[in-house]
């Protein structure tokens, strides 16, 4: 079935991880580590500040200016969703689905059920970037190019359970074309 299929990647893994080093070495020399998640509270903390500014003020980490002033992180996050379809369309690889390929093939047709769990699982993997100080992909990409030692233990077990969590969660493999 031509619908359980997935498309090989057009640039290979290796590369992609060579130019994603190259702009996180890049944007630590000029600005500060690149980091995703912070930025949800910065644009939760503007409109909080215009709906309850006296909640804002008090507040013992939205009261601090610095953390309701959208910098280059929140401008970095809507260029890596701009530039993602771009890529994506410029390739054409973009294309409206329900239910990726992968969710098909290990859990069936359930829209429903996909958004649900897609939901859920969006939800907690905030909630744990934020208990965390910060998101995996900011705290294993910027520690690297910081040359940070607590980067190579954390790195380690992120893809030992991230590899271990898909194994569980999508056991069957489509094909890859």
């Known amino acids: ?59 013992p980490l939205i009261s601090n200016p610095k953390n309701r002033t959208l910098g280059y992180g929140f401008w970095l996050d809507v260029g890596m969703v701009v530039g993602g379809l771009a890529a994506a369309v410029g390739y054409r690889r973009w294309k409206v689905q329900s239910i990726p390929v992968w969710w098909k093939v290990n859990r069936g047709g359930s829209v429903a059920g996909r958004f649900i769990v897609g939901f859920i699982a969006g939800i907690l993997i905030l909630l744990g970037a934020r208990l965390a100080h ?17 980067a190579v233990p ?24």
């Open 1 to 59: 079935m031509a619908e359980q299929k997935v498309e090989k990647a057009i640039v290979p893994w290796w590369v992609a991880g060579i130019l994603l080093g190259l702009v996180q070495v890049l944007a630590v020399w000029v600005a500060d580590p690149l980091g995703v998640s912070t930025q949800f509270v910065i644009l939760d903390a503007k409109a909080l500040n215009q709906v309850a500014p006296e909640y804002t003020q008090d507040h």
């Open 154 to 177: 954390f790195t380690i077990t992120m893809f030992a359970f991230g590899m271990l969590t898909a194994r569980i969660l999508f056991p069957k493999t489509p094909d890859i074309e």
């Open 134 to 150: 910060g998101c995996t992909s900011g705290q294993f990409a910027s520690g690297w190019a910081q040359l940070s030692l607590s």
